[in-house]
Every structure is written in C-alpha cells, then in structure tokens.
C-alpha cells in the first residue's frame, strides 16, 4: 500500500501536500482500492470555502457515491479539470495525476492534527 | 446474526479474492477484479457468472400446462420441447411476486429458474394454487448454475462440450453429457450478449467453473460478479425484481405487456390487469439517457419534468459501453413519451435527460 512520507492523512482517507500555506488534497491509495473503479468525482468550486472535517466534494464507484471531507479549511484555489474529465485517474494515480483540488488555509495549525505516514499505516493495518 | 446462503462456489469466489457483498439473503461475489473490466470482457470477450443463487422449481406432470397457464402470464402452450419462454407471477392484485424463466425439458416436464430472493415465496405460493395431475419440487438445494455470456462464449462452450452451441439456437434448452456429468444448457442470459446458461448438479459445478475458465483464458474470459451483471442489464433494459418489479407494480405499468397472455381464460392476477388495462395505467416504465457528463443516475433519484416530479429511478448506472448516465424509471404515464425531455435529481443538481426506445444498447447481429 503506496503512503507517501511527505503527505499528511485524515483518518477519512484524505491526503493533504502542504506547501507553505496552502495545500492539494486527493484521496489515498488505499481508498481508491477500497472503492475500486472509480467512474464519477464531483469537485468543489474555485472560491468555495471549505471547513475541515465538512464534505466539500464526492467520488463515486460503479456502486456508491462516497463524501470527501476537507483535511483543512480555507478556499479553493483550484480544481482539477483533467480529474473530473478522466475518473479513472483517481485509481491509477491517486498521489499524482488524480488530485481533487487546492486549498489556501485558513488555519495552518490544523495541519497538526492529520496523521503522518506511520501514522496512517497504523491506521488502516497495513 | 443470521447467516447468509452460499452458492456451492463461495469457497472459490473467496480463494480468488473476489469482494464479497449480501444479494437478496446470499453471499455473492459482487466483482472479482473491476466491475468495468468484468463488464467490457462480456461485451468484447466472455465472462462466467455463478448464477447458482438462483432457485429452480420442477412442474412435472400430465396437467403441467394447464397449471401454469392459470399460475403464469404468458402462454405456456407455446413453448415447444427444449424451448423456454420469460413470464410472471403476480398475487391477486396484479402486483409482480416474481418473473422467472420456463424451461420445457421434456413433454410434461418444466423447470422454472426464479429469482435468488424469492425461491420459498414462490415455491409455496405455487404449492397453494389447484395443480390437478402436476408434481412440484424445489430443487435449488441440489441445482448449481452457471452463466456464460459474450461474443466468444459459444467458443468456449464448444471446447468443453464439442458442437454443443450448434445444437442450441436463441432461448432453447438442451441436456448435454459432458467430463462432469449431464448438464442442461439454455442459450439465455441476462446481459444481452449471445450465452449460455449451464444447469448442473450442485456437486459438479466447482469442476465446471474452474474448466470453463481454464478453456476460455486464452481467449479472455474472466469470472464475473454481480455487479458487471447489473450494469449489464441495464444497458438492455432487462428488469430487475425488486426495482423494475415489486407488488406494488404491474407487468403493464413495467411495459411487460408483451409477456401477458389475455387470451388465456384465466391466470392469478388477470382480473386486476383488465381492470387497469380498460382503465389506463397510472405510471409508465421508461428508460433514460442522460446527458454525458452528470453523476451517475441511481434508484431512488427524482424525474423531474418542467420542474415538477413525475416519477422515480427505479435502476441507474453510469453506462460502462455509451459513457453517460442511463436508467430506468417509473413516471407518470401522461409524461412518458419517447423524445420527452426530463430532468434527473442528483444530489440537489439536475442532470437533462431524455427519454428514449428501449434498449440502449444493441450487440451487433
């Protein structure tokens, strides 16, 4: 199970890459293997403001619709057009090519409370 | 806890790895690998689904047909020796128990394959209906089946049993001798591809399974679960009981007319069809295509038409093969015509959507 060291990790399966203060969030490898092909992913807006722990957008499966919740608050500052067009992408490249969006945050201390890598690892048993 | 049922290939499906899910009391594999692969390996090559959910009821006798003619919508009379014939059972109202399939295997012998949810309901629903010189026998406990579907399925079929796809033409039923045994073999399925559907003993089909797959490898047959046989169905319209169906709906309402036999003197439900048929149905069946690019249709989701609710999604999916939104609705009969546009709840947005002739996909010949 790919959890890159450099990322941080809401136990609801969001991974966050913080830099400076603003982060891009997608949703992690082992979350994609659990929801297998993913076939629809419904973004939040350029300037929406998102609260942490909130769902701020939606990624469905063949079988079910799942909520994402913001790792941290603050506003949108871009979405990822390519991951809307091509769902699949969320499977093959869930660090990568298949982030959801990037927040400007409104409060960079909440970076303190997501999970490191080991953290995570601890988490899901893997 | 109540325990779910298993097939006699659970153990299989479990040593693949295949993700397992409860279906209407059992525990089936809903995929194996991806339910997108699983879908398109159908459409372009083979899949094996394990059908063995499914229960199968034995009408056996000299008064066979008069049986099910009064037990039944459609006309048992017409299905010839080694054919089958799609029908439904209704409660007095009307209302849908059950559709099934009726296989005539010999003069006086009839099998009926039933939805894996409703085997005893249906079984003692038939148990209670006058059946003159007819015997009935729930044989599901010792019945396995196999689904076997897609443009190379026939080839795969021919390299376990030899000729056999030449031996059956569309919706006919044979008994086969083979290396594990004597099967019957329907050329049926539910995915609107040519296949087969294989009847074994419940004791063979672990052999069956692991030889079909082993002779249809090469040629891109993979095991297929539950969830590439729904989005499969759709995609040809076929209803599914408990969404498509239910008592609460009729076969004129579902747009099953075709499957109703009002010729027939009298079958359990006729009366409250007639009724209905004299009156108007209500609620029309209708099959949906929506725009490409919305979220995926589900049961449940709201029709909406000039912004006023008409109807709901009974079945929906994202259509692996056309790539947009497609389902199946109960609407109101005045706002079901083809070419009518409509609007599908989702999620508080409206994804356009048109009402179109069934089915959505055709395969080709």
């Avoid at chain 1, 490249?93 to 890598?117: C, I």
């Avoid at chain 2, 148990?127 to 579907?149: C, I, M, Y």
């Avoid at chain 2, 079929?157 to 099967?183: C, M, N, P, Q």
Wanted: aromatic residues 6%.
């Amino acid at each position: 199970m790919n959890i890159p060291e450099e990322l941080r990790y809401a136990e609801s399966h969001e991974w966050a890459r913080v830099e400076g203060d603003s982060a891009t969030v997608g949703i992690t490898d082992h979350a994609q293997a659990e929801l297998t092909d993913v076939v629809f992913v419904e973004l939040p807006k350029v300037g929406q403001k998102i609260e942490v722990g909130k769902n701020c957008a939606v990624v469905e499966s063949v079988k079910a619709a799942s909520d994402i919740y913001a790792p941290l608050s603050g506003e949108v500052t871009a979405v990822n057009e390519e991951v809307a067009k091509n769902p699949a992408l969320v499977n093959t490249d869930p660090y990568g090519k298949g982030w959801f969006f990037k927040v400007k945050l409104a409060n960079a201390s909440e970076v303190g409370n997501l999970k490191t890598a080991s953290g995570y690892r601890t988490l899901i048993g893997k | 806890m109540s325990s779910l049922r298993k097939t006699p290939l659970h153990s299989v499906h479990v040593a693949a790895g295949a993700r397992m899910v409860e279906f209407g009391g059992w525990d089936m594999p809903v995929q194996y690998t991806s339910i997108l692969k699983e879908h398109a390996a159908v459409r372009s090559a083979a899949g094996l689904f394990d059908i063995s959910h499914m229960g199968e009821i034995r009408v056996n006798g000299p008064d066979a047909i008069t049986f099910l003619n009064l037990a039944l919508t459609n006309n048992a009379s017409k299905i010839a020796l080694n054919g089958s014939q799609y029908s439904i059972l209704l409660d007095e109202k009307g209302g849908v128990v059950d559709d099934l399939f009726v296989y005539r295997q010999g003069a006086e012998d009839f099998l009926l394959v039933v939805n894996a949810s409703h085997i005893e309901e249906d079984f003692e629903l038939l148990k209670t209906l006058p059946h003159g010189r007819v015997e009935l026998r729930n044989e599901s406990d010792t019945t396995a089946a196999l689904a076997l579907q897609g443009p190379r399925s026939a080839g795969v079929l021919d390299r376990w049993i030899a000729g056999a796809s030449s031996k059956l033409g569309h919706h006919e039923i044979r008994r086969f001798d083979s290396d594990a045994g004597g099967v019957w073999i329907a050329r049926t399925g539910y995915t609107g591809e040519d296949g087969f559907e294989i009847l074994c003993d419940a004791a063979s089909s672990e052999k069956i399974w692991k030889r079909l797959l082993g002779l249809g490898e090469a040629g891109g047959l993979i095991p297929c679960g539950l969830g590439a046989r729904d989005t499969l169905r759709l995609e040809v319209c076929y209803p599914l009981n408990g969404h498509e169906l239910g008592p609460d709906i009729t076969p004129i309402e579902a747009g099953l007319g075709f499957f109703v036999d009002f010729s027939k003197p009298d079958f359990r439900g006729k009366a409250a069809l007639v009724v209905q048929k004299q009156a108007g149905v209500p609620r029309k069946a209708v099959a949906l295509l929506a725009k490409p690019g919305g979220a995926p249709p589900r049961a449940g989701y709201p029709v909406l038409r000039d912004g006023k609710n008409i109807g709901l999604l009974t079945s929906g999916a994202l259509s692996p093969t056309l790539q947009t939104g497609i389902g199946l609705a109960l609407v109101d009969a005045t706002h079901a015509a083809v070419g009518n546009s409509v609007d599908i709840e989702i999620r508080g947005k409206y994804v356009p959507a048109s009402i179109v002739k069934k089915p959505f996909y055709r395969r080709a010949t």
